[in-house]
């Protein structure tokens, strides 16, 4: 089979890609391994349950544009936002705080007022805030987000209270290991656009999403998506490279977009591209626990809160955030990033650490159990790049061949906003 462009990995990276390159008449072919597209954020059936579960909640902000442009351009309409920046908190003894900031302020006065209304925080921190400007506009490189919030002067209990979480949730790291810079472009980008901030997520499982609907984009415009197509090998021909498919085939492509995660870039690269292949076996994996536990009645009113020093640090109503029914339960998906401290705990001690802080919080009674559980580590959620080392380009020395990936130069965290930027960049560089 000869294609003038070909995508490996159906994660938002490679839709992007594919769904760019559609567009723009070049008919490119997907190959995803899996036999779904999304890659890591994706849902799946459970227990005869009505409606699918999502391997772990995907968090989007309204700054998120290059993820909003694509969703509607495959007519993919099941997201929702809030009307402005608004999280609830609580704190390990139930208390509550919340950081908001009016929709209607200047951008470049959102985060100061966030903070000056915010109890945990108040107008010191706020002030404190007038040395953070300056790396937002120019973020320094190298740095952990730990020498930074030391060199930035934040206090102890605005660290704990804002950047620890917000680092967590958004990097999916500690402190320690993620890079300063890609924390301040988020949020340069969040506070620099009227409500960027405001948060937003999916009204429908993941897998419902997106990816069918990607698919009949990408079909209809003369493109090709082949899910269960595991690349096995690639090889540089003359101008043009050679994929072998786990199943025998191959398929010869003039450009290739490698939309893979980075260590299994890694062994794809290994001969065509030993010193990046090298680089990227650096990269090591972080998990996000996901613990869904439905009760037998609703356990809070809002659709989400951020619990402060806590195991668990964010808890989703899926009742209020997709409107799913809850005959057979309400379901709480609650999330703890950059987990791998939790990682050799067993299913029962992760719902019992759960039920704990929502007991500590006081929003299950003492003697109160959930109806159901289903505990979800995900191992590989992403993948840290060494601090110090180079970012990777989606360019690459060889010729017909691009990276895309969460993982690649975006200047952000691995997230879907890096992804499809990823996608759409490596997209652009291989249609010149
Ligand atoms: C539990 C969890 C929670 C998360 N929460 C958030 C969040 O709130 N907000 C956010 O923005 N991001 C979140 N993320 C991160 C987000 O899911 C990823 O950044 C994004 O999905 C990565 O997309 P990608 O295309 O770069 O890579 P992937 O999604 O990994 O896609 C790569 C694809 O390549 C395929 N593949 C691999 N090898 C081959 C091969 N040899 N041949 C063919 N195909 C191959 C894989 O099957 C996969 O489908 C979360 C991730 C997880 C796991």
């Given at each position: 089979?000869n294609?003038?462009l070909?995508?490996?990995g159906?994660?938002?990276s490679?839709?992007a890609?594919?769904?760019?390159?559609?567009?723009?008449?070049?008919?490119?072919?997907?190959?995803?391994?899996?036999?779904?597209?999304?890659?890591?954020a994706y849902?799946?059936?459970?227990?005869?349950?009505?409606?699918?579960?999502?391997?772990?909640?995907?968090?989007?902000?309204?700054?998120?544009?290059?993820?909003i442009?694509?969703?509607?351009?495959i007519?993919?309409?099941?997201?929702?936002?809030?009307?402005?920046?608004r999280i609830p908190?609580l704190?390990k003894?139930g208390?509550?705080?919340?950081?908001?900031?009016?929709?209607?302020?200047?951008?470049?006065?959102?985060?100061?007022v966030?903070?000056?209304?915010?109890?945990?925080a108040?107008?010191?921190?706020?002030?404190?805030?007038r040395?953070?400007q300056?790396d937002?506009r120019?973020?320094?490189?190298?740095?952990?987000?730990a020498?930074?919030?030391?060199s930035?002067?934040?206090?102890?209990?605005?660290?704990r209270?804002?950047?620890?979480?917000?680092?967590?949730?958004v990097m999916n790291?500690?402190p320690?290991?993620?890079?300063?810079?890609?924390l301040l472009t988020?949020?340069?980008e969040?506070?620099?656009?009227?409500?960027?901030?405001?948060?937003?997520?999916?009204?429908?499982?993941?897998?419902?999403?997106?990816?069918s609907?990607?698919?009949?984009?990408?079909?209809?415009?003369?493109g090709?998506?082949r899910?269960?197509?595991?690349?096995?090998?690639?090889t540089?021909?003359?101008?043009q490279w050679?994929?072998?498919?786990?199943n025998a085939?191959?398929?010869?492509s003039?450009?290739?977009?490698?939309?893979?995660?980075?260590?299994?870039?890694?062994?794809?690269l290994?001969?065509?591209?030993?010193?990046?292949a090298?680089l990227?076996?650096?990269?090591?994996?972080?998990?996000?626990l996901?613990?869904?536990?439905w009760?037998?009645?609703?356990?809070?009113?809002?659709?989400?809160?951020?619990?402060?020093?806590?195991?668990?640090?964010?808890?989703?109503?899926?009742?209020a955030?997709?409107?799913?029914?809850?005959?057979?339960g309400?379901?709480?998906a609650?999330?703890?990033?950059?987990?791998?401290?939790?990682?050799?705990?067993?299913?029962?001690?992760l719902v019992?650490?759960a039920?704990?802080?929502?007991?500590?919080?006081k929003?299950?009674?003492?003697?109160e159990?959930?109806v159901?559980?289903?505990?979800?580590?995900?191992?590989?959620?992403?993948?840290?790049?060494p601090?110090?080392?180079?970012?990777?380009?989606?360019?690459?020395d060889l010729?017909?061949l691009?990276?895309a990936g969460?993982?690649?130069?975006?200047?952000?965290?691995?997230t879907?906003?890096?992804?499809?930027?990823?996608?759409?960049?490596?997209?652009?560089?291989?249609?010149v």
């Amino acid at each position: 089979m000869n294609r003038s462009l070909t995508i490996i990995g159906g994660g938002f990276s490679g839709i992007a890609a594919a769904v760019r390159a559609a567009e723009a008449g070049k008919e490119p072919l997907l190959l995803e391994r899996r036999p779904f597209l999304g890659g890591r954020a994706y849902s799946f059936s459970h227990d005869n349950l009505p409606y699918t579960v999502d391997n772990g909640q995907h968090v989007l902000m309204r700054c998120c544009t290059h993820v909003i442009d694509l969703l509607e351009k495959i007519g993919a309409d099941e997201v929702s936002f809030q009307a402005g920046f608004r999280i609830p908190f609580l704190s390990k003894e139930g208390t509550a705080h919340i950081l908001s900031a009016p929709s209607w302020l200047p951008t470049q006065l959102g985060l100061f007022v966030a903070f000056a209304r915010y109890s945990p925080a108040g107008l010191s921190a706020a002030l404190g805030l007038r040395r953070v400007q300056r790396d937002l506009r120019r973020p320094p490189t190298g740095v952990s987000v730990a020498d930074w919030l030391k060199s930035s002067g934040q206090t102890d209990r605005i660290q704990r209270s804002f950047w620890i979480p917000l680092c967590r949730s958004v990097m999916n790291a500690s402190p320690e290991d993620a890079p300063a810079d890609e924390l301040l472009t988020v949020l340069s980008e969040a506070f620099g656009t009227p409500s960027g901030a405001a948060m937003g997520w999916a009204t429908t499982g993941l897998t419902e999403l997106c990816a069918s609907k990607a698919r009949a984009f990408i079909e209809s415009r003369g493109g090709q998506v082949r899910s269960s197509a595991f690349v096995t090998e690639m090889t540089q021909e003359t101008d043009q490279w050679s994929l072998d498919l786990r199943n025998a085939d191959t398929v010869v492509s003039k450009r290739v977009i490698l939309a893979v995660p980075p260590l299994r870039a890694a062994d794809l690269l290994g001969h065509v591209l030993p010193d990046l292949a090298n680089l990227l076996t650096r990269y090591t994996p972080s998990p996000i626990l996901g613990i869904n536990l439905w009760f037998d009645r609703p356990i809070m009113n809002t659709a989400f809160v951020g619990f402060l020093d806590g195991s668990v640090e964010w808890v989703f109503d899926r009742q209020a955030l997709t409107g799913q029914p809850s005959e057979h339960g309400y379901h709480y998906a609650l999330v703890t990033s950059a987990s791998s401290k939790l990682l050799e705990h067993d299913d029962a001690d992760l719902v019992d650490i759960a039920l704990d802080e929502l007991r500590s919080r006081k929003l299950v009674q003492p003697d109160e159990e959930p109806v159901r559980t289903l505990v979800i580590q995900e191992r590989q959620a992403t993948y840290l790049r060494p601090l110090g080392d180079p970012p990777i380009p989606n360019g690459t020395d060889l010729s017909g061949l691009f990276l895309a990936g969460d993982w690649t130069d975006t200047s952000l965290p691995p997230t879907i906003e890096g992804a499809v930027r990823s996608g759409n960049r490596a997209a652009d560089l291989a249609l010149v």
